[in-house]
RNA sequence: GGGCGGUUAGCUCAGUUGGCAGAGCAUCUGACUUUUAAUCAGAGGGUCACAGGUUCGAGUCCUGUACCGCCUACCA
């Protein structure tokens, strides 16, 4: 650090000239015996709250005085008088300086603010000449002083790469864009109040271990260093809850991140968010009541409102109760395919065909059914839909429905083409589960690397008896980005992975 | 991973046939006590993403690299 002294002290030798003004703007305030990254200032008073209190007040009478703070984004000087724009979280109102007003050392202060600064304003609330709603200074105090200048007053920042590298800049110009990570925040409380509700308990399991299994995905890999323990980041919650379950933990849930190695795309950041709940003498309509209770509840009680954008400019209804479709009828209505066709080998080699892929890579029943399902039917499912009944070949952790092997204890809930929910009637017995781990176990040695590994602490677990459980797995990200009408999921992630750039 | 497109001042963007690097906002100087994309007069600000190549001469043409976006494939 001592080796860069020189460096720092000369940095305004060697910067863009806005930000050389800007530092000597914070050294003359400090002359002045002004500290820019000072002690607090008592803001009593939030801008949304003055607008709705003062909004429809008379234009010649004085209002009442307000204490505020926030972000100076805008400053139009007008000889003896100086207009600014000041914004909050929720918020923005203008203030006004006056020579008359502010006092003339205050007012003389204006020429070391710049645009961005963080101000505490004092004053009282009054309408100009053309009607805006304007607070009087009569005390100010700068609360932190951007050395940096802001974007472009009037079209903002708009370079996406600049929007997701620096999110701060983002949020601080694009109002929607604060807005919807407030809802975000919102939508997951509102969750979790549900979820409260019905008397499930939040448990917290840990993200990383030796084992990253509960589903079929690589892991990240990190290290221990007193233990010297190579550990794996989790790439689910899944084993950890149920063995809350098999514990007497009756009705769990976590929120919470999960990490998967695998490629980026606007549908897929390395890390995410899971809502996982699981409740023991539960089945599969119970989780569908869950599901549908936890959509309604985000549009009754945070979005006001059933609609929901569309993709193409209309919108989506989400009012329950949902449809039900079995896996097989959606297959026949969109496509008319019979599932036993996609199991025999030569209908299904034709079908294959007939949609224009090959399947010689995973020559497998259950990758073509999967297959041809998301290609054929999974387009169509725009409004709320539950696909139930699903064939045991892609679904190796759900229990087997009794009258017919073939078929699975299962549902996934889609909105808008998005898998939002996949809820199962848990597997419990653990020689079953020993067995289809076993089965993942010799993929593994054959160099499978998304392959489930076998994880002898959740079978014991399970070998002191799990309960009949229904469990319950929700992509966040995507479900806020089907809220929200956003098209990438980083526009729901505040910080989402970026790779690194220079000069950026 | 594959295909296409983008990268020029702090920000938003122009840049013609290959011929001195441009505008608006922002910044600086000056005027202005009710403006609001304030206005008016003037000024400064550039590694044209990076590395090569062609050429008398490259922001512009060619090759490669990086990052970002869109489409596409897989994963949720």
């Keep these: 650090m001592n080796d860069n002294e020189q460096e720092v002290l000369n940095i305004t030798d060697d910067m863009p000239e806005q930000m050389a003004v800007r530092h000597k703007h914070l050294e003359e305030l400090r002359a002045l015996g002004i500290e820019p990254y000072g002690d607090r200032f008592p803001v009593t008073d939030k801008i949304c709250d003055v607008r709705q209190k003062y909004g429809d007040m008379e234009p010649d009478k004085a209002g009442g005085e307000v204490s505020i703070g926030g972000r100076l984004m805008a400053l139009r000087t007008h000889g003896k008088a100086v207009f600014g724009d000041l914004a909050d979280q929720e918020g923005k109102i203008q203030i006004y300086f006056g020579l008359d007003t502010v006092g003339k050392d205050n007012f003389n202060l204006l020429k070391l603010i710049d645009i961005g600064d963080l101000l505490g304003v004092k004053g009282e609330v009054f309408i100009t000449r053309r009607g805006e709603l304007t607070v009087m200074v009569r005390e100010f105090k700068i609360l932190g002083k951007a050395l940096r200048p802001l974007p472009e007053k009037w079209h903002g920042l708009k370079d996406i790469e600049l929007r997701y590298r620096n999110r701060h800049l983002d949020m601080l110009m694009n109002q929607d864009v604060r807005e919807r990570f407030i809802l975000r925040s919102r939508l997951i409380s509102a969750i979790r109040g549900y979820l409260d509700g019905l008397g499930f308990l939040e448990v917290e399991t840990p993200a990383m271990g030796m084992l990253a299994g509960g589903a079929l995905a690589r892991p990240f890999l990190t290290h221990h260093n007193a233990l010297d323990l190579p550990l794996k980041m989790r790439i689910a919650l899944e084993l950890h809850l149920k063995r809350c379950i098999v514990g007497g933990l009756e009705k769990v849930y976590e929120i919470g991140k999960v990490f998967r190695n695998e490629g980026i795309s606007t549908k897929h950041n390395p890390e995410f968010t899971m809502l996982e709940l699981y409740r023991s003498h539960a089945d599969l309509t119970d989780m569908m009541e869950i599901a549908q209770g936890i959509v309604s509840t985000l549009c009754e009680k945070v979005l006001c409102s059933w609609e929901v954008p569309g993709t193409d400019g209309g919108t989506v209804n989400l009012k329950p109760p949902y449809p039900k479709m079995t896996f097989a009828e959606g297959l026949k209505k969109y496509g ?118 076998m994880d002898e602490d959740y079978l014991a677990a399970l070998e002191y008896g799990m309960p009949p459980t229904g469990g319950l797995g929700m992509g966040i990200d995507r479900l806020l980005m089907v809220l929200t009408g956003s098209s990438s999921i980083r526009d729901v992630i505040i910080f989402p992975l970026m790779k690194p750039a220079d000069q950026v």
């Design 336 to 453: 008319g395919i019979e599932l036993s066709d996609l199991r025999d080998p030569v209908k299904s080699k034709e079908i294959a065909e007939k949609l224009g892929f090959n399947i010689e890579r995973k020559d497998n029943p259950g990758y073509l059914i999967d297959k041809v399902f998301s290609m054929v039917v999974e387009p169509h499912l725009v409004n709320p839909v539950f696909i139930v009944d699903y064939p045991v070949e892609i679904s190796p952790l759900a229990r087997k429905k009794p009258e017919d092997g073939s078929l699975v204890y299962r549902f996934e809930m889609f909105i808008k083409n998005f898998e939002i929910a996949n809820a199962f009637s848990e597997l419990a017995d653990p020689v079953d589960q020993h067995e289809r781990f076993k089965a993942q176990h010799e993929l593994i040695k054959k160099g499978d690397t998304e392959a489930h590994p």
